[in-house]
């Protein structure tokens, strides 16, 4: 099957630094990445949608200027949290699709982000 | 808007059962996907099983199957001959390409006791 790697699977980072979480498809190209956030025991919240080569699109409620999203090429997406702060300690993780393809959504292993 | 609703929390089930989960949406649109997703302690999410709308026979994947029905917006998971390895918690999610998103429900949350 599709190979999504999210690196890092941890990272703790002080407050008001920022953090860089990336997201690889391995064997196959990704146009369109997502980006969710899960907090203990929910579901997981869509933060963006990214495709290859134009601007990522948010979901209300998500600052595109904390949470910056690239989408540089067909198999990585990248998601910067800057000025970090506790409240965006959580759980992150991406998932990506086929090109010109409705298929199922291949995950990353996700990140785990302390903000101390 | 499309809705996904998953009305169990937290199910248990005997090793070697059967257990149904289930998921209702809601949506205008006639042309979707279906889910199930599992997500086990590690965190990973893993694919169970996929249903097209357009598709009347339901989806079925060794162990795993499916109960669509259309008209009731009504998509169920049922768990055959239930593994420990099946602990896990699974989450029903939804696509259209008229959105293109992934909607997912919040989950419901099982056990295989020994």
């Known amino acids: 099957g599709a190979v999504v790697s999210q690196h890092p699977s941890r990272v703790i980072c002080k407050s008001g630094t920022s953090v860089k979480i990336e997201c690889r498809s391995l064997d196959f190209q990704a146009t369109t990445m997502f980006w969710y956030r899960q907090f203990p025991k929910q579901s997981l919240m869509l933060m963006a949608t990214s495709n290859e080569g134009s601007k990522a699109t948010y979901e209300q409620g998500v600052e595109k200027d904390k949470f910056l999203i690239n989408h540089a090429s067909l198999t990585l997406s990248t998601l910067t949290v800057t000025s970090a702060h506790p409240e965006d300690s959580s759980f992150y993780i991406c998932s990506a699709t086929f090109q010109q393809g409705i298929t199922e959504a291949f995950f990353g292993q996700g990140t785990r982000l302390t903000v101390v | 808007a499309q809705t996904v609703t998953q009305s169990q929390p937290e199910m248990s089930v005997q090793e070697a059962e059967t257990v149904t989960l289930s998921c209702t949406y809601d949506?205008?649109?006639?042309?979707?996907?279906l889910f199930w997703y599992k997500q086990p302690p590690s965190r990973q999410m893993i694919l169970v099983i996929r249903q097209e709308a357009y598709k009347q026979q339901n989806a079925t994947e060794n162990r795993f199957s499916v109960n669509f029905q259309k008209a009731a917006k009504s998509f169920s998971l049922k768990i055959s001959d239930s593994q420990l390895g099946d602990t896990a918690m699974y989450f029903c999610a939804f696509f259209t390409s008229g959105t293109y998103k992934y909607i997912f429900g919040t989950g419901t949350r099982l056990k295989v006791l020994a």
């Open positions: 949506t205008s649109e006639n042309n979707y996907y």
